[in-house]
């Protein structure tokens, strides 16, 4: 990848840190640079597919928190035990996550090729289907 691509793929990786906003960037991204690099659309669409997958962790957490208002009913030191697990895995899961896109964004500005687990080899094997169409 040529510095500006690997710049813009960079980029999309690290906007994603934002929740929802991430997406809109990635995507303008994605769309700039559709028909000039099949690389920086590969990063945008794997930053954007990551996100997704956060913000899915994040709506069970918030699921799983309106669980525990109901158990507060019934049992308030269970629900409240149960509430404390559920905050310090969200926020786990964020630290993570930012740790991976900060990772990403890291490793294709210094020119390494990089897939997020389960993301990437599927987005790299559907652009190959595609292309061969």
Known sequence: MKQE??????????????PLW?????????????EK???????AQQAIFFQVMLLIVL???LIFQLFCSIIAVINSPLAAILNAGNWVLTI??????????LYA?????EGRDFEYPFIGKQLRESAVNTGDK
Do not use: D, T
């Open 37 to 43: 690099s099949k690389a920086v659309v590969f990063h």
């Open 5 to 18: 691509e690997r710049s813009m793929a960079a980029l999309a990786h690290l906007v994603v840190i934002i």
């Open 92 to 101: 786990v899961c964020m630290i993570v996550y930012a740790a991976a896109c």
């Open 59 to 61: 709506i069970v957490a």
């Open 22 to 34: 991430g997406i809109l960037f990635a995507g303008i991204i994605w769309l700039y640079f559709k």
């Open 105 to 109: 964004a890291w490793s294709v500005l």
